[in-house]
């Protein structure tokens, strides 16, 4: 049974900062693409960001991948050994505010099994 848990999320001010965590299980996380998307109140899912396995991660790979929206404040990072998915968020903004999930697999949609999400409040 494939179960990704994400932790991490909380209530930060406006230009703070929040790290979030997946733990994967049930499959073999270090073959997999993962990825993280969000979905806002009132909105579709979106998007965040794409890291590819190890081995799609080599020369000429531009892994990972950003949606624009958080292309320069969002980092995502991976340890296989420990088969969790981070997320490291800075300057974040009040339009972050959002259910943040993982989901496993690859491409440039929120498409995929995904966990029961955490909650992120920007707000001041």
């Known amino acids: 049974e494939i179960k990704l848990v994400e932790s991490g999320g909380a209530l930060v001010q406006p230009g703070g900062s929040l790290n979030l965590s997946c733990v994967a299980s049930g499959f073999p996380f270090y073959y997999y693409a993962m990825k993280w998307v969000r979905q806002a109140p009132g909105q579709d899912l979106e998007w965040l960001s794409t890291i590819n396995s190890a081995q799609n991660s080599g020369i000429g790979s531009r892994s990972p991948y950003y949606a624009d929206s958080v292309k320069g404040r969002f980092t995502v990072s991976r340890d296989n050994d420990k088969a969790t998915l981070y997320l490291h968020m800075s300057n974040l903004k009040t339009e972050d505010t959002a259910i943040y999930y993982c989901?496993?697999?690859?491409?440039?949609?929120?498409?995929?099994?995904r966990g029961q999400g955490t909650q992120v409040t920007v707000s001041s």
């Open positions: 989901v496993k697999g690859g491409g440039f949609d929120a498409s995929g099994p």
